[in-house]
């Protein structure tokens, strides 16, 4: 055991720095008016000790609440629909079909785009003279400035990452599929029960633990959505699909007030600690 402990301290030494070295640093700064612009390095921010001043702002942040509310809005909508897709697509691919490996490779390929990538290409296919709108003229003359509305922006968004990240929830259902004991399934069959009361008695059962990671991945990364989105619309129009990364980085790189972002960013990670907590028993019970 001791022998263990030394071998492994310098790694866990190191990882302990940069753990806690950046956390404390960022409540160091989030207790200043520090920025930049301030004249003085990092290590003199207690020149420009203002206390808790930082956090008694948070309440009064309307941008932040607005961003956090389209931040949590694109979540509810996103990960329930790439659930219920990936959950579809891997019920139907635990079986064997013609050209199964094709279809397959072809499924996961939107995964292996970067998403500044992603966000170009729907960004193209959403301009009011692109594919999308051509396609819809079959039904009659359309000309949707989708990116341009505040609501419309918001959709296109979601469908973007609904597309992308449809393919990593498949792989993690399907994989939890596969993993399903087949002779209770056949045996099932055999005792007359119908393909919805074995998925419902003997598959799904046995998927919790499987369900509830893919459900908690896909959460954590729908609330960090960044790179898709500010490619397609920036945040706009004006701030109208500005998620709450969208809104860290216009004012950490624009504002410079970086204080009240360390402040900020405290907040949302002591929030979203305690939330998903509270998330993760509700859905392991």
Do not use: H
């Amino acid at each position: 055991m001791k022998l263990g402990l030394r071998l492994t301290l310098p790694a866990q030494v190191l990882v302990l720095f940069i753990s806690v070295f950046p956390l404390l640093m960022q409540l160091y700064i989030s207790l200043t008016d520090w920025s930049p612009l301030s004249g003085a390095p990092w290590p003199r921010a207690w020149e420009f000790w203002n206390s808790f001043a930082n956090y008694t702002d948070i309440p009064g942040d309307r941008r932040l609440w607005a961003a956090l509310g389209r931040t949590l809005l694109v979540m509810v909508i996103c990960v329930p629909v790439e659930f219920l897709l990936g959950l579809g697509l891997g019920l139907l691919f635990v079986e064997d079909f013609p050209g199964k490996k094709l279809a397959y490779s072809i499924l996961i390929m939107p995964m292996m785009v970067v998403p500044a990538v992603a966000g170009y290409m729907f960004f193209m296919l959403f301009q009011s003279g692109g594919p999308v709108n051509d396609l819809l003229s079959v039904f009659g003359p359309v000309t949707i400035a989708w990116l341009s509305d505040p609501w419309l922006a918001l959709v296109a968004v979601m469908v973007a990452d609904i597309w992308q990240w449809t393919p990593l929830m498949f792989l993690i259902l399907l994989a939890g599929l596969v993993g399903v004991p087949q002779d209770q399934l056949r045996a099932a069959t055999l005792l007359g029960a119908s393909p919805w009361q074995r998925f419902r008695t003997i598959t799904l059962p046995r998927m919790k633990v499987i369900i509830t990671i893919a459900l908690a991945i896909r959460a954590i990364e729908a609330f960090k959505i960044f790179d898709t989105l500010y490619i397609m619309t920036g945040g706009g129009p004006g701030v109208a699909t500005e998620t709450i990364s969208v809104y860290f980085y216009k004012i950490t790189t624009n504002d410079l007030i970086w204080g009240y972002v360390a402040a900020l960013a405290l907040f949302i990670l002591v929030s979203l600690s305690i939330a998903a907590q509270f998330a993760m028993k509700r859905m392991a019970r």
